[in-house]
């Protein structure tokens, strides 16, 4: 029994593997924002990859609120709530200002459960260290154990090929700046350069999370708080219709460059 297990693991797991090492887009990061771009990819029919340098795929949203198990959602996002099957509780006379609010667990098992069943491949306990990068354009990413990089152990990477990345790491936008640093280039941003997250202010957060969802770079995209760190927005708190919303633009807009691309 024990060695039938340990056959039936790892050749499940590196079938897999093999079956996803040419891609069309992979995401660094799966918190709300990513998944829900990785659902809508997936709905279209494309190949998609996750990773995530921790055992549990969600992001920040697992947390709530300072650990309350309660998240809000702008009235604007509701429907992706009902199209989930994600139950949330809204208020007479808009007492909250056009929020609703839903437990955090409940929303981001919902997530991570029509993703992967809609055919998206999650890597957890994966990291994103560096991309591919080819005739000055992002084609892929580099990866290594999560455990690997938080210890700092010089261990070499695999890579994964893709048509597009998809920066969704969250506030530190990782990839971003890798890109940026590394390669010696300007991103689509001001300065060319990751402006950094600013102090919180929500109503302008919310907002700009979706404006600054785009292409800051051929094959590479942002979304949710990767977008506002890249861009120089502020950080908006325990509010997650903008990264709902953010990652069905970026999947819009993905789908229109890979549609372009047949």
């Not at 154990?145 to 048509?163: A, F, N, Q, T, Y």
């Not at 102090?199 to 995209?221: C, H, Q, R």
Request: proline fraction near 3%.
């Amino acid at each position: 029994m024990e060695l039938n297990t340990t056959k039936a693991i790892t050749d499940s797991w590196f079938y897999r593997l093999r079956e996803n090492l040419s891609i069309d887009v992979a995401i660094a990061g799966t918190g709300p924002s990513g998944l829900i771009a990785a659902l809508r990819i997936a709905q279209a029919g494309f190949k998609v990859s996750m990773f995530e340098s921790k055992l549990a795929p969600g992001g920040g949203m697992w947390g709530g609120a300072m650990l309350f198990s309660s998240v809000a959602i702008q009235t604007d996002a509701v429907r992706i709530l009902d199209e989930l099957e994600i139950k949330y509780q809204s208020y007479e006379n808009n007492d909250y200002e056009g929020l609703v609010t839903c437990d955090s667990v409940l929303a981001t098992s919902a997530l991570i459960y029509h993703a992967s069943k809609a055919g998206v491949v999650i890597h957890n306990g994966m990291s994103v260290e560096d991309v591919v990068f080819k005739n000055n354009q992002v084609a892929g990413v580099v990866v290594n154990w999560g455990s690997v990089v938080r210890e700092g152990l010089h261990v070499d990477p695999l890579s994964v090929r893709s048509k597009i990345v998809v920066d969704a790491t969250g506030h530190p936008c990782e990839i971003a700046e890798t890109v940026a640093n590394k390669n010696n280039i300007k991103l689509n941003t001001p300065s060319g350069k990751v402006l950094g997250e600013r102090s919180m202010d929500a109503d302008k957060g919310e907002a700009e999370t979706v404006e600054n969802t785009k292409e800051i770079f051929p094959g590479l995209y942002v979304c949710g708080m990767a977008a506002n760190g890249v861009s120089g927005s502020p950080r908006m708190g325990p509010i997650f219709g903008g990264m709902l919303l953010s990652g069905e633009k970026a999947a819009k807009l993905i789908i229109e460059e890979l549609n372009d691309k047949k």
